[in-house]
């Protein structure tokens, strides 16, 4: 009984419109205190919830994400990525899925890289032919492959709850399916914009050299290397990278392109504070609500409830597949795994499948419900830049829903597609 009011109290704030921190911390609460335990052991949890060495990665990516975003980074990687696709239907748009991936290596969040793509594309892709209900499914679509490909805030989330899955290992799991994913919502973007002859109409289409637009966005280009290829040779720990990728890009900023002030120092380092404590908010109470789960016994029934059903490995993991998406509509990646993650771990023990693919499937789940209606948060963010009603976008982003499932099956029935790259790196 005092399970079902800890779901029920937490799903009826939510709905109520309070923030999903503070509805986490007070259905936990809510739940220990009918339950007669120990209330005074939740400022215990709150705390030893975010005092976790790994977390400090995450405000270092909520900041660079905003630097690079201020230097125009996105804006000259737009323009490679142009000239190197060219301006044929469904050119442009694909260009702005290949600039989604390419920040989804700097930064670790899918709405940010919304609004950032989207911010730089849209005008540029309606001169071009485009409806702007369809860019704001592009964008929102392509945004949700950032929290795929390393790094991922939701996989070094994922990485500090699961024992024995390290952050290396899952980055390095998470980038061929990244990349898949990109794929696969390429294809539908390029069909479609050939049957309704969408793009390649811009009559004020400047020929671009490759050469000079790939000079000009090199810079951009080097972040994902420098920060991934510096975890490789152990020059530092994905923490560390982080940091090293703050430096890289203010370096940018203000020596390469000079396109920083102390100014714009002063209001990212205000913006990525509190886009911090809000994520790390949510990792605190969010520690009170699975502390109260665990305590009062739910997670082990339910877990052993799912295991029960005999629906067989790949039944248990459509049966996960809906629940997620369904989940990853309303929530973010990092709240759905701070919520269910004590409940989906030993149901993947129970099978015996490796944690790490785990992981990345239950990512890309999660990704898939930040671009599906109605509350999807990637195209929240992208039909506000467009000037859209997510409405109108339900007719092209379908089929890029459909897309991404194909990947994720491929990537079910493949693991080697995650598991190769780490295990060929020895992590």
């Known amino acids: 009984m005092t399970g079902a009011i800890l779901f029920l109290s937490f ?37 030893s919830g975010i005092a976790k060495y790994p977390l400090i990665a995450i405000p270092m990516f909520v900041l660079v994400g905003s630097v690079f975003d201020r230097t125009g980074v996105a804006l000259r990687l737009v323009r490679f990525a142009t000239a190197l696709v060219g301006a044929g239907r469904g050119a442009l748009a694909s260009v702005a899925v290949l600039v989604a991936m390419v920040i989804g290596g700097i930064s670790g969040s899918g709405p940010a890289t919304s609004a950032a793509v989207g911010q730089v594309v849209t005008k540029s892709m309606v001169a071009d032919g485009y409806p702007r209900s369809f860019i704001a499914a592009t964008v929102g679509a392509a945004a949700a492959t950032d929290i795929l490909i390393p790094p991922s805030i939701a996989f070094i989330i994922y990485a500090v709850l699961v024992p024995g899955v390290s952050v290396p290992a899952i980055f390095m799991a998470g980038m061929f399916p990244g990349i898949l994913a990109g794929v696969a919502i390429i294809v539908p973007i390029i069909l479609i914009s050939l049957i309704k002859e969408f793009g390649g109409k811009s009559r004020q289409r400047d020929p671009l050299s490759i050469w000079t637009t790939f000079k000009e966005a090199f ?12 975890m490789r040779i152990g020059a530092f720990t994905p923490t560390e990278a982080a940091v090293m990728a703050v430096v890289y890009g203010l370096f940018i900023g203000f020596a390469v392109y000079r396109t920083l002030t102390l100014r714009d120092l002063y209001e990212m380092l205000v913006e ?18 699975a502390w109260s789960a665990s305590t009062l016994g739910i997670v082990q029934p339910v877990a052993l409830w799912v295991v029960g059903l005999g629906l067989g490995e790949y039944g248990t993991i459509a049966l996960l597949m809906i629940v997620l998406i369904i989940i990853g509509m309303f929530l973010d990646g990092v709240s759905t795994f701070l919520i269910l993650l004590p409940v989906l771990i030993p149901i993947a023990n129970a099978f015996h499948w490796d944690l790490t693919w785990f992981g990345v499937i239950l990512t890309m789940k999660i990704a898939i419900g930040q671009f599906t209606p109605p509350m999807a948060v990637n195209l929240m963010v992208s039909c506000r830049i467009a000037g859209v009603s997510m409405e109108s976008t339900i007719p092209w982003v379908v089929w890029m829903i459909l897309a991404m499932f194909v990947a994720l099956a491929l990537v079910v029935a493949v693991p080697d597609i995650a598991l190769w790259l780490p295990r060929v790196m020895g992590l």
Do not use: C, H, K, R
């Open 11 to 47: 799903a009826i704030l939510l709905l109520g419109g309070v923030p999903i921190a503070v509805a986490l911390g007070l259905a936990g609460a809510l739940a220990i205190w009918l339950a007669d335990q120990s209330i005074m052991a939740m400022p215990t949890n709150v705390y």
């Open 272 to 289: 990525a504070g509190e886009l911090s404590a809000v994520i790390l908010m949510v990792v605190a109470l969010a520690s009170v609500f």
């Open 219 to 230: 810079w951009g280009l080097m972040a994902p290397v420098v920060i991934l290829g510096g």
